[in-house]
T-cell receptor, first 117, second 108 residues
Framework: ETGVTQSPTHLIKTRGQQVTLRCSSQ?????VSWYQQALGQGPQFIFQ???????GRGNFPPRFSGLQFPNYSSELNVNALELDDSALYLC????????????????FGEGSRLTVL | RKEVEQDPGPFNVPEGATVAFNCTYS??????FFWYRQDCRKEPKLLMS?????NEDGRFTAQLNRASQYISLLIRDSKLSDSATYLC?????????WGAGTKLIIKP
């Protein structure tokens, strides 16, 4: 097991609602990144947090927001849910932030599967 | 054109066969490259980092050709347990760009 835990594992929401997903990073890791994975696709980068600061964001609208806490756990919040937000949301922790030649292994949680009706 | 492109798959191969996956990327500034494996309805897990000199881990060999912006993964003597989706991953600054993955099905 990676030591990265996510909650909830499954949830169903309706359009327009808001959702908060949670992630506990592996012990000793100060970086958390979030990904959205639609069925049959590779993960899409949402954003990365390093020591409680967002230090990179993918091509997602502002209604996707996040937080990282002093213990390096993290939350992903999505407002005004749309049908296309239905996906597996993956949290990954790492020893160092993604960037350049020193990019290391990401350790993923099992994901939160969101269905928007 | 996608930034990271992989063979669409699926690949159906008999146990014991050798299988090769190909991946191309468009950002010439990328410096780190990986192959991840994802089992059905599970999270991705790192299979191998890919180095310029090529690297091998048991039955798995990864190659990087920077001039052609091409990455490959070779699996020799394939096992039933190798059945999974193989994802090519390329670093671009603060983010990792993932291919759509190639599904591998090993048949007994």
């Amino acid at each position: 097991e990676t030591g990265v835990t996510q909650s909830p594992t499954h949830l169903i929401k309706t359009r327009g609602q808001q959702v908060t997903l949670r992630c506990s990073s592996q012990s000793g890791h100060n970086t958390v990144s979030w990904y959205q994975q639609a069925l049959g696709q590779g993960p899409q980068f949402i954003f990365q947090y390093y020591r409680e600061e967002e230090n990179g964001r993918g091509n997602f609208p502002p209604r996707f927001s996040g937080l990282q806490f002093p213990n390096y756990s993290s939350e992903l919040n999505v407002n005004a849910l749309e049908l296309d937000d239905s996906a597996l949301y993956l949290c990954a922790s790492s020893l160092v932030p993604v960037g350049g030649i020193n990019t290391g292994e990401l350790f993923f949680g099992e994901g939160s599967r969101l269905t928007v009706l | 054109r996608k930034e990271v492109e992989q063979d669409p798959g699926p690949f159906n191969v008999p146990e014991g066969a050798t299988v090769a996956f190909n991946c191309t990327y468009s950002n010439s500034a990328s410096q780190s490259f990986f192959w991840y494996r994802q089992d059905c309805r599970k999270e991705p897990k790192l299979l191998m980092s890919v180095y310029s000199s090529g690297n091998e881990d048991g039955r798995f060999t990864a190659q990087l050709n920077r001039a052609s912006q091409y990455i490959s993964l070779l699996i020799r003597d394939s096992k039933l347990s190798d059945s999974a989706t193989y994802l090519c991953v390329v670093e671009r600054g603060y983010q990792l760009i993932w291919g759509a993955g190639t599904k591998l099905i090993i048949k007994p």
